[in-house]
């Protein structure tokens, strides 16, 4: 029952800021307009490789963390 009150109660509290939030975004459509610049061939192999490269890291950091949990907490005498 307590649950059921919390959640109401927060709900309730949430939906005048919700009202306030959307007020604002429509007060201004014109800066929400951006201007898209075509992209040439080299900032796009540009964009694909520091993709990659950031993917290549995060997957490196993950098969560095993995290896040292599956390694346990013992590590010999």
Known sequence: ???????????LLCL???GHAQNK????????KVQAKPVTVE?????AKAARD???????????RVRQISK???TGC
Request: aromatic share 2%.
């Open 1 to 11: 029952m307590r649950v059921v009150a919390f959640a109401a109660m927060l709900g």
């Open 16 to 18: 005048p800021g919700a």
């Open 25 to 32: 975004a429509a007060a201004n459509p014109e800066a929400a």
């Open 43 to 47: 900032q796009s192999a540009e964009m």
């Open 54 to 64: 950031k993917s290549e890291a995060l997957e490196r950091a993950r098969d560095r």
């Open 72 to 74: 346990g907490i013992c």
